[in-house]
T-cell receptor
Framework: QQQVKQSPQSLIVQKGGISIINCAYE??????FPWYQQFPGKGPALLIA?????SEKKEGRFTISFNKSAKQFSLHIMDSQPGDSATYFC???????????FGPGTRLSVLP | KAGVTQTPRYLIKTRGQQVTLSCSPI?????VSWYQQTPGQGLQFLFE???????NKGNFPGRFSGRQFSNSRSEMNVSTLELGDSALYLC??????????FGNGTRLTVT
């Protein structure tokens, strides 16, 4: 019940295309859903986050879609760029930001 | 504001030795969490400290321990190192209901 499932494991997209990464959770106590971006040799960095009271959040080219009834959320990267090539982790937490659980990660490659 | 600082960046140890890793959180952040990252297991939660007390603990053996000091700086210790302990160890700090802010990690190699 504490797991967060993430797919796909890897993703190859052409420059200018849309990258979509999906996550699913079981624990209905989760109330905060961030996405992290990690480049080689660096720690994960917060990209965008959403709470379950909204169904969508957009920041620049990055959008989170959230489906509370299906217990699913996804990251959309519009107009993908080679600089977006990184590993993306979805996560979930509850209880005032404690007990973060991370998905296994998606390695995104954007071809020039 | 300075970010989360982890030292050292790289460590090479021999099986059976022990190691101590250090983490300085963002100023004002009182919660420090530690994660182990490996290619096969992803990000695995080790433990979280808040106000010098361990608040949460992951499913790791007792060889993994940590502590937090009054200035919120934290250390984690791994005793009797095994080859499988080779990983990137990440520290993250947060305040209240804020998201986790990660350091760049310590790469531990056990030979």
């Amino acid at each position: 019940q504490q797991q967060v499932k993430q797919s796909p494991q890897s993703l190859i997209v052409q420059k200018g295309g849309i990258s979509i990464i999906n996550c699913a959770y079981e624990n209905t106590a989760f109330d905060y859903f961030p996405w992290y971006q990690q480049f080689p040799g660096k720690g994960p960095a917060l990209l965008i986050a959403i709470r379950p009271d909204v169904s969508e959040k957009k920041e620049g080219r990055f959008t989170i879609s959230f489906n509370k009834s299906a217990k699913q959320f996804s990251l959309h990267i519009m107009d993908s760029q080679p600089g977006d090539s990184a590993t993306y982790f979805c996560a979930a937490s509850g209880n005032y930001g404690q007990n973060f659980v991370f998905g296994p990660g998606t390695r995104l490659s954007v071809l020039p | 504001k300075a970010g989360v600082t982890q030292t050292p960046r790289y460590l090479i140890k021999t099986r059976g030795q022990q190691v101590t890793l250090s983490c300085s959180p963002i100023s004002g952040h009182r919660s420090v969490s530690w994660y182990q990252q490996t290619p096969g297991q992803g990000l695995q939660f080790l433990f979280e400290y808040f106000s010098e007390t361990q608040r949460n603990k992951g499913n790791f053996p007792g060889r993994f321990s940590g502590r937090q000091f009054s200035n919120s700086r934290s250390e984690m210790n791994v005793s009797t190192l095994e080859l499988g302990d080779s990983a990137l160890y990440l520290c993250a700090s947060s305040w209240g209901n804020s998201p986790l802010h990660f350091g760049n990690g310590t790469r531990l190699t056990v030979t």
